[in-house]
Every structure is written in C-alpha cells, then in structure tokens.
C-alpha cells in the first residue's frame, strides 16, 4: 500500500479501536503518542501492531480481569494492562530491532 492509502486505513482503523490520528495533539517537536495515560498508549501499540499486521485483531473489554484480548493465528490471547504492556514490547522488538541494526550502505 502506499502512502496516503496506507495512512488513510490506519485512520480508519484507528477510529475502529478508538484511537486518534498518529500523532493527534502535535504542538511541535516529535510527539510519540497521541495518548496520556498507560491504557491510551497500550491500545495505540496494539493499533501499531495490527497496522503491520502482526496481530490479527484485538478487543478491549474493559469490565474482564483481562481487558485485552489479542487475536494471532494460535488463537485469542488474553492479557492484563500490564501483561499487554510487555506483549507489545517484546512484540515491537522483535519485529524492528533487526531493521534499527541493519548494516548502513
């Protein structure tokens, strides 16, 4: 997908999981998240994570001892804020850190 096809399903997407725009709220500078609080940002990384297709689907039930349920091809895994929280950083790393370490040309 290219560019403003790309972004323009990740708004919509991203809309779908209640989740602003990348970026919302820019003031200037580099703004990582659109969200202020653990649970905003928890649900932006799973939104990141299905826009590079790494998960299949996620839902949040915020009435469940474990809120997040994330969809992969082995099933539904369901997590807590915090377990979430750790699922999405050694998800992230695993996809990218090969790429930040990839020799220069």
Known sequence: MSGK?????FAADSARH??????????GGMVMWASDNRAGKVRE?????LSQG?????????EDDHPYR????VGVIPLTEHQAAHFLLGAVTARFGP??????A
């Open 54 to 62: 790494l998960i299949d689907d996620f839902e949040i039930r915020p």
């Open 18 to 27: 209640g989740v602003s725009a990348p970026c919302a709220g820019y003031r």
């Open 45 to 49: 990384g799973l939104t990141l994570l």
């Open 99 to 104: 790429l930040s370490r990839a020799p220069s």
């Open 5 to 9: 096809g790309r972004w323009a399903w």
């Open 70 to 73: 994330v969809t992969m091809p």
